[in-house]
């Protein structure tokens, strides 16, 4: 699995050209260098297009680690779903609780999944109850590009950037395409787009099935299949015109089921959709970007077989995002730009199947808020430094105003080598579940939003056929909310620190691509080791292109780590392999082998015993599979 590591600082919705300074040129070597073999390689006066951040920036200002992960890199890997895509990237763990569909955790520099910002064209989504968006239904062939962007980003974003920022960028393909795919556990997968482009108005629209009959996931819980299902649709549509500028309208729909081993609810079924309406005009110096969103979240949890008393729950969030920004060019070396920000959730629409007759049915006893961000950015480029500065306000109706900055500074050492260093503060308002959640026992609780402090130092060094970037980082969380008997507080604290390097270079006619990660995460207050959280974690990919073939290996190592009630989980490295091969210039056969060696591992504790505490079933990770697909293009 191959992605292309780009360090850069901003982006927004539209296009920018490298410069062609040296430092830009040896940048762009560097890409090229760290593009999978299949990838064409890229040319010093190719468009880049960014999403991830606020303005529109050259590769060589760059002050932040940004991993892009493009549609050719998604189809080379032949990975299954997006935590398999996510666990190759330097600072990233997944920790899954089964197979395809199951719910995955990620944790960004060791940080939890509601300390990271997930987008969906540059939107926040997922659940207003839990805080985050599960990221194991998001179906591959609805995305073009995926960014990750490591660190706090509050003061672009506001709540939930503590971490870092995960942006999923829906499909724009330019070629219509059928794709079949076979697998292990009765796996199917089928899957097309068909585009259409004028002058003025280009049309993509995507479809796909996936469906697997699953594994059991866990040890002595429920002795079953647990299998996953989704269907899902998707429209893009941008309209181009000289005066007016450009009009995008975005729609994607998915829904399906996943089976789960749980000691409740084994039935999990989700519809979610989101409609997107944006508007690019560039008027001389001056840009505008405005947007407009709707998106609706829905879970229903349930029983395969329930019992006459057993009840389903339905978590449903529905959510109203409009934004706009103007983006400012005084000078080639002075950008600023300046937006706000409104977004309105509501839970009105869920059903909590153990609400009592005198509490609200939702669960929830305040079920809607609102926020307010405003922000501005300033971005300076010279030979002899970089300084890219961002501030943030946020009003939010249940939690008052947060103040949030980031702060970046970049010394070129060489032509070739930056030196940089970012400060940035986040935050997290609480989640509904914490918040409002009708099993809270104390009412009146007052609860502070998490807050964050994040340093990082880093150096980026670029060869014409290499490159080197090593991070120093630190991010103490403030205010974390723990339950304790009197309900949800703010008791607990939490620092992560360690090192992060990602090294790109070709050997003995082989592409590597390796990163290494060393992550202390300790309990403010015990000074433990958090749970789940691996010290240790290597990625090494290394790939070689024949004349119509490309093959390509993986190891994934995670050293020993805790899980629950300190259950020790033993290290274990995982050997990834696939291949790619052009029969001809429309027709390609790809094929993938997950855990060639059949590592047997698990991957945390399902059950206990509720008298003792005593582990009574564990999280199994996946044996081998085998997948195999044709590719037919148009």
Same mark, same amino acid.
């Given at each position: 699995m191959h992605f292309t590591h780009y360090y850069l600082y901003g982006g927004y919705k539209g296009d920018i050209m490298l410069n062609?300074?040296?430092?830009?040129? $040896?940048?762009?070597?560097?890409? $090229?260098?760290?593009?999978?073999p299949s990838v064409q390689a890229t040319q010093p006066t190719e468009t880049i297009v960014i999403t991830a951040s606020k303005i529109a920036q050259p590769i060589s200002d760059v002050l932040a680690s940004v991993e892009i992960i493009d549609r050719q890199a998604i189809e080379s890997s032949v990975a299954r779903d997006l935590p398999t895509l996510l666990q190759g990237i330097g600072g990233v763990d997944v920790v899954r609780k089964g197979g395809l569909g199951q719910n995955s955790s990620i944790f960004i520099r060791g940080a939890a999944s509601s300390h990271s910002l997930v987008l969906v064209d540059g939107v926040r989504v997922g659940s207003g109850s839990t805080g985050y968006k599960s990221l194991s239904t998001v179906p591959l062939n609805a995305i073009e590009r995926i960014e990750v962007i490591k660190g706090s980003r509050a003061a672009w974003y506001g709540s939930d950037a503590l971490a870092g920022v995960i942006n999923i960028i829906t499909r724009k393909s330019s070629q219509s395409a059928v794709t079949?795919?076979? %697998?292990?556990?009765? *796996?199917?997968?089928?899957?097309?787009?068909?585009?259409?482009?004028t002058d003025a108005l280009s049309l993509s629209f995507?479809?796909? *099935?996936?469906?697997?009959? %699953?594994?059991?996931?866990?040890t002595d819980l429920s002795l079953d299949r647990d299998g996953y299902e989704n269907k899902n649709a998707g429209l893009n549509a941008e309209f181009r015109q000289e005066a007016l500028g450009t009009i995008k309208a975005v729609a994607q729909f998915s829904q399906g089921y996943v089976q789960y081993d749980s000691s409740g609810d084994d039935l999990q079924e989700f519809d979610k959709y989101q409609l997107s309406l944006a508007w690019d005009k560039n008027a001389g110096n001056i840009s505008h970007q405005a947007q407009l969103n709707v998106s609706q979240d829905q879970e229903l949890n349930t029983k395969e077989q329930p019992q006459s008393w057993d009840k389903p729950s339905n978590y449903q969030t529905d959510r109203q995002q409009i934004s706009y920004q103007a983006t400012y060019q005084h000078s080639q070396a002075l950008t600023i730009a300046a937006g706000l920000d409104y977004h309105h959730e509501d839970l009105s629409k869920s059903v909590n199947a153990w609400a009592g007759a005198d509490q609200p049915a939702s669960g929830f006893t305040d079920e809607t808020r609102h926020n307010l961000g405003a922000y501005a950015g300033a971005y300076y480029n010279t030979d002899e430094f970089i300084v890219n500065a961002a501030v943030r306000r946020d009003d939010n109706s249940d939690f008052d105003v947060n103040n949030t900055y980031n702060i970046s500074l970049g010394l070129p050492l060489t032509e070739d080598a930056v030196l940089r260093f970012t400060q940035g503060s986040g935050f997290k308002a609480p989640s509904f579940n914490n918040a409002s959640s009708i099993w809270i026992t104390t009412p009146d609780l007052n609860l502070l939003p998490e807050e964050s402090l994040n340093r990082e130092l880093g150096l980026a060094w670029y060869l014409t056929h290499a490159s080197l970037d090593i991070a120093l980082f630190r991010n103490d969380i403030d205010n974390l909310i723990q339950w304790t008997a009197n309900g949800p507080e703010n008791v $607990?604290?939490?620092?992560?620190?360690?090192?992060?390097?990602?090294?790109?270079?070709?050997?003995?006619?082989?592409?590597?691509?390796?990163?290494?990660? *060393?992550?202390?995460?300790?309990? %403010?207050?015990?000074?433990?080791?958090?749970?789940?959280?691996?010290?240790?974690?290597?990625?090494?990919?290394?790939s070689k292109q024949f004349e119509h073939t490309n093959i390509g290996l993986g190891f994934s190592y995670r050293s020993d780590r805790s899980s629950y009630y300190h259950t020790p989980l033993t290290s274990y490295t995982l050997v990834n392999l696939s291949l790619n091969h052009e029969i001809n210039d429309n027709l390609k056969v790809n094929a993938r082998v997950d855990n060639l060696t059949d590592k047997q591992y698990f991957s945390g504790v399902a059950a206990t015993d509720w008298l003792t505490g005593d582990i009574t079933s564990h999280y199994i990770g996946a044996e081998r599979q085998f997948y195999v697909g044709l590719d037919y293009r148009f």
């Open positions: 062609k300074s040296t430092l830009g040129l $040896a940048v762009t070597a560097a890409l $090229a260098a760290l593009s999978t079949v795919t076979a %697998g292990s556990n009765n *796996y199917r997968n089928a899957q097309a787009t068909i585009t259409s482009e995507n479809a796909g *099935y996936e469906k697997t009959d %699953g594994f059991d996931v866990s $607990a604290q939490a620092q992560f620190e360690g090192l992060e390097l990602s090294a790109s270079f070709d050997l003995f006619t082989l592409d590597h691509q390796l990163n290494f990660t *060393y992550l202390k995460a300790t309990d %403010g207050v015990t000074d433990t080791q958090l749970i789940l959280r691996p010290k240790r974690s290597i990625n090494w990919d290394i």
